[in-house]
T-cell receptor, first 112, second 113 residues
């Protein structure tokens, strides 16, 4: 079945450093979504990417969708302590069904 | 507008018992999905409902069932609870099943002893 792999599992950075998490799907995706989950919280929607090669920015966050629509990345510039949490990518298969397959997540710790 | 609501917040059950979890979607959202999140892992898809019909089912045993009501709220039922069912159960709503962002509720933390 479809699998979504995400690396790294953990990342510790100094405040102000950049951070990147990568996501790879075993199959072509109709879209990919990114979520952030704070400790003890629930996933919060960040963004959805639909088009091949798409790049979207939200302030210090840059999201990319690969040309083959099988991989994606999230890059945070100049991390802040408020960026702490676990970032998940979630792929929607070729049928655009809304049945999201989540990666294992990357937990970001930011040292002030 | 209120977000997705779930009840109860926490629940402790004994092996072999049955549990019912409830979810109310965002007003106007017709699709509800259920996910199981074990500590340290990403959410795993259980069910998707749209207009009261099951649209998808993940790789979970028949002990898991769900339904959606005319007001689009939903219930997840788990029979014959096992220790391994201990997890955070998340409900997510969206306007329609595919191609839309999903909004998650706070979840129900189920502990099976």
């Amino acid at each position: 079945g479809q699998q979504v792999m995400q690396i790294p599992q953990y990342q510790h950075v100094q405040e102000g450093e950049d951070f990147t998490t990568y996501c790879n799907s075993s199959t072509t995706l109709s879209n990919i979504q990114w979520y952030k989950q704070r400790p003890g919280g629930h996933p919060v929607f960040l963004i959805q990417l639909v088009k091949s090669g798409e790049v979207k920015k939200q302030k210090r966050l840059t999201f990319q969708f690969g040309e083959a629509k099988k991989n994606s990345s999230l890059h945070i510039t100049a991390t802040q302590t408020t960026d702490v949490g676990t970032y998940f990518c979630a792929g929607d298969g070729s049928g655009n069904t809304g049945k999201l397959i989540f990666g294992q997540g990357t937990t970001l710790q930011v040292k002030p | 507008d209120a977000g997705v609501t779930q009840s109860p917040t926490h629940l402790i059950k004994t092996r072999g018992q049955h549990v019912t979890l409830r979810c109310s979607p965002i007003s106007g959202h017709k699709s509800v999905s259920w996910y199981q999140q074990v500590l340290g892992q990403g959410p795993q898809f259980i069910f998707q409902y749209y207009e009261k019909e099951e649209r998808g089912r993940g790789n979970f045993p028949d002990r898991f069932s769900a339904r959606q009501f005319p007001n689009y709220s939903s219930e997840l039922n788990v029979n014959a609870l096992l220790l391994g069912d201990s997890a955070l159960y998340l409900c997510a709503s969206s306007l329609e099943p595919g191609g839309y962002e999903q909004y998650f509720g706070p979840g129900t933390r189920l502990t099976v002893t």
